[in-house]
């Protein structure tokens, strides 16, 4: 069993659609660690796709947000406005369906995935420290986590964490041999907002089977996805950060 592991989504259809050309007859199943929406311009699309090709959904905190079970106090000026914008432009039936989604960590198939780390779905793991006090909680040597929009994660090995790198810029994939030994917390990177410097989408293979995984990013149309955002009207920044992947 191949799976396609997506995270971070945030309502982009372009990226959305050049992950799956780009992945088209490689995997069987798909898992998406939340984040649907949020920022983007495409809602429905993108949770319509989700709904109907995702094998199990975790939460992410602008799913909440974007559904209405969240105070929006907390968040920046600027997800509040998406996350108001994203309420009124989804379909009953899509928001209910993404107020309806479990919480992780959810266990599939010896691994398990989150949107942020084991005990708090909202942590951001993006330190080496971070990693190393959520390594304890692993109840698999294997998990998948989003949330930070950065592609990569962390190696457990011999009590120490280290980071593992993504493809470099031009560089299509690049594989990661997983040792038995170790502990592994991953994180594909956003499909629909990348934050990692690299602007293009992110995604991961992963078969039990096998003893690797694969990292992969595909540019995409930005040019379209961001005159979206401008003809929604939302935030210009959210166009901007496209192009540069931050
Ligand atoms: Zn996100």
Known sequence: M?????SDLHGN??????????????YDRTLCLGDLVGYGADPNAVTDWVRSNAAVVVRGNHDRACAGLEDLEWFNPV????AEWTYTQLTPENRSYIAELPKGPIAVDGFQVMHGSLLDEDEYMVQPADAGQAFPYLETS?????HTHLQGGFEWAHSRVRVIGRPAPGQKETFLELDPENAYLINPGSV??????????AYIFYDP???FLLYRRVPYDITTAQQKIHNAELPD???HRLALGR
């Open 142 to 146: 294997l998990a998948f986590f989003g």
């Open 79 to 82: 997800a509040r406005v998406a």
């Open 13 to 26: 259809l372009e990226a959305l659609t050049a992950v799956l050309e780009s992945a088209v007859g490689e």
């Open 237 to 239: 920044i959210l166009a």
């Open 192 to 201: 629909g907002q990348p934050r990692d410097g690299d602007p293009r989408t």
């Open 209 to 211: 089977s096998d003893k």
């Open 2 to 6: 191949r799976y396609l592991i997506l």
